[in-house]
């Protein structure tokens, strides 16, 4: 008999419990680890944004002394929010979400990833939390330590300890680097979606059907896509299923119905929460391979999205940009507050924005009047 399945099962985002790239510094004292982390973040932050997590048993006791439950202070410079209550995982992401990376105190508090210290002065403690060392991904020596000791080769004997690079605490460039290569060699791949299941109502026929370059535009974008992208789908209505000519494509059907664009964007990354969406509408007849090249290019993956400016009001263009990751709880956020407008999203978010080398690609096709005239 078929196991009963209470929930409808999702593809989840590769989160650990901060973040999609977390790092514990755990077998040293606290203090080493939050000046360790300081030196990290600052030779980091010239290229990535960088989130920190510790905890301040000192100060345990100062939200009490507010009434409200939750401080908002605008200090000029940053932003600081105070909150009283507990905060949990689900929380947790929320708030990093923007960041590129987050360093933990795993004293403190678990990752998913960690960088082991060997620290004489904190081997009794390091000892009761072995459990934590999931996936080191590098050790650092302290002042006097030439090797990794029995009882932690015996607890990471199921990880590849041979290749786990060892450095010095003190060769603070050659971890930065190192942190820096992580980041690089693990960026979310780009997936390419064609958004052809608009109704096409001021067109009065489907516009992903028109032939511009000897085949319908929306298997002309999708070929577009292909040469740049790792796996390409067209975004598709669900009634969209019974068309013959969409047999044998990659297809993904809208599961946020009635959403327009918004929701095919939203259903893509339903599908695939990992991956970065190059999105691109099947109404631009003078998209090129340029183009798309030139966007991929610029792509900047710290921020929401990257996009073109448009030439007509100096908004951002959603329909040619590439999506992140990241952006898709910045997506479903606006939609809880009753907005489902990708154009919005971008405004209002930190985007990376790039001005076309052609802005004829950018050229929507929408009416019977805007195909009057095209010269290709």
Not at 51 to 69: I, L, N, Q, R, T
Not at 122 to 127: C, D, F, G, P, V
Not at 332 to 355: H, M, T, W
Request: aromatic residues 10%; proline residues 6%; contains cysteine.
């Amino acid at each position: 008999m078929k196991k009963h399945q209470k929930h409808t099962a999702l593809t989840r985002p590769d989160y650990g419990n901060f973040h999609r790239r977390e790092w514990a510094i755990i077998g040293t004292p606290c203090d080493t680890i939050q000046q360790l982390s300081q030196q990290l973040i600052k030779d980091l932050s010239t290229e990535y944004k960088i989130g920190y997590v510790d905890a301040d048993h000192a100060g345990e006791h100062e939200a009490d002394k507010k009434e409200a439950s939750q401080h908002y202070t605008d200090k000029i410079n940053f932003h600081r929010f105070d909150k009283n209550g507990l905060l949990n995982t689900f929380q947790y992401r929320n708030i990093f979400n923007g960041e590129d990376a987050v360093l933990v105190n795993g004293n403190h508090f678990l990752a998913k990833q960690q960088i082991l210290v060997i620290d004489p002065k904190k081997e009794k403690s390091l000892r009761k939390k072995l459990d934590r060392l999931t996936k080191v991904v590098m050790i650092l020596f302290t002042k006097g330590i030439t090797e990794v000791p029995d009882y932690l080769k015996e607890a990471l004997s199921e990880q590849d300890l041979g290749n786990i690079p060892v450095y010095s605490i003190d060769d603070i460039s050659g971890v930065t680097n190192f942190l820096k290569s992580l980041l690089k060699d693990n960026l979310p791949t780009l997936n390419g979606l064609v958004l052809a299941g608009g109704k096409s109502r001021r067109m009065g026929r489907d516009k992903g059907k028109i032939n511009y370059h000897g085949k319908p535009q929306r298997e002309y974008a999708f070929d577009l896509l292909s040469t740049c992208c790792d796996q390409t789908f067209l975004s598709c209505r669900p009634d969209q299923s019974a068309d013959p000519d969409l047999f044998g494509m990659p297809l993904i059907f809208d599961s946020f119905l009635g959403l327009g664009p918004f929701g095919a964007i939203a259903s893509a990354f339903r599908e695939n929460p990992n991956s970065a969406w190059l999105v691109v509408a099947c109404d631009l007849p003078f998209l090129d391979q340029k183009s798309l090249d030139y966007l991929i290019q610029h792509r900047d993956t710290s921020k929401v999205a990257t996009a073109f400016n448009s030439p007509n009001n100096e908004f951002p263009e959603p329909l040619i940009t590439i999506w992140e990751p990241r952006s898709y709880p910045v997506l479903l956020s606006f939609l809880a507050q009753g907005y489902a407008c990708p154009r919005k999203v971008l405004i209002n978010s930190e985007v990376a924005l790039v001005d076309a080398p052609d802005t004829r690609a950018l050229t929507n096709v929408n009416s019977p009047e805007d195909l009057k005239g095209l010269d290709f």
